[in-house]
T-cell receptor
Framework: DAGVIQSPRHEVTEMGQEVTLRCKPISGHDYLFWYRQTMMRGLELLIY????????DSGMPEDRFSAKMPNASFSTLKIQPSEPRDSAVYFC????????????FGQGTRLTVV | GEDVEQSLFLSVREGDSSVINCTYTDSSSTYLYWYKQEPGAGLQLLTY?????DMKQDQRLTVLLNKKDKHLSLRIADTQTGDSAIYFC???????????FGKGNQVVVIP
């Protein structure tokens, strides 16, 4: 397996635009996580899914953020409208719930909102 | 609740040992983890320890867990330049797959 695949790797957008980040988890993994990393706040869990169902979205900062997982091999994180304070690296991770929880991370999407 | 704290920066000479510390507040944690993040990359699991263990050794890595003080440490023996990275500790609770991360500790290895 190629690991968790995120796209795009880099995104620069203007304030007010819609941004969609994409993630393909590792095949067979039943958990998918979206994290945001900034210097100020470190690594924050935004939302996670189990078997395509959102379990905990308490980390989603505002209604401008939404996440979907239409099937086991694809998830999106959307920001609409985007703001400069959304600039961060967004990571997707997946895991297989089998006792200990090793999460496999994608390379991340570096988002810059100008 | 979950609250994981780490110190921020450590500089170490190549060949020396480095120790990174982490404290957590939730005594219900079942697994505690150390992840490594190299520049421009995602996090990779280095090692983990189950909460009923005090110590785990894995090649150059030694994890110590003090449940009484809720303190977790990672010792890297014979530190190499490839060990330069940000190290995160993380915890999960029984029955909950949510991973809570600390802010990370940047380790810089000086040749």
């Amino acid at each position: 397996d190629a690991g968790v695949i995120q796209s795009p790797r880099h995104e620069v957008t203007e304030m007010g635009q819609e941004v969609t980040l994409r993630c393909k988890p590792i095949s067979g993994h039943d958990y998918l996580f979206w994290y945001r990393q900034t210097m100020m706040r470190g690594l924050e869990l935004l939302i996670y899914f189990n078997n395509n169902v959102p379990i905990d979205d308490s980390g989603m900062p505002e209604d401008r953020f939404s996440a979907k997982m239409p099937n086991a091999s694809f998830s999106t994180l959307k920001i609409q409208p985007s703001e400069p304070r959304d600039s961060a690296v967004y990571f997707c991770a997946s895991s297989f719930h089998a006792g200990n929880t090793e999460a496999f991370f994608g390379q991340g999407t570096r988002l810059t909102v100008v | 609740g979950e609250d994981v704290e780490q110190s921020l920066f450590l500089s170490v000479r190549e060949g020396d040992s480095s120790v990174i510390n982490c404290t957590y507040t939730d005594s219900s944690s079942t697994y505690l983890y150390w992840y490594k993040q190299e520049p421009g990359a995602g996090l990779q699991l280095l090692t983990y320890i189950f909460s009923n263990m005090d110590m785990k050794q894995d090649q150059r890595l030694t994890v110590l867990l003090n449940k009484k003080d809720k303190h977790l440490s990672l010792r890297i023996a014979d530190t190499q330049t490839g060990d330069s990275a940000i190290y995160f500790c993380a915890e999960t609770l029984y029955g909950n797959n949510r991973l809570a991360f600390g802010k990370g500790n940047q380790v810089v290895v000086i040749p």
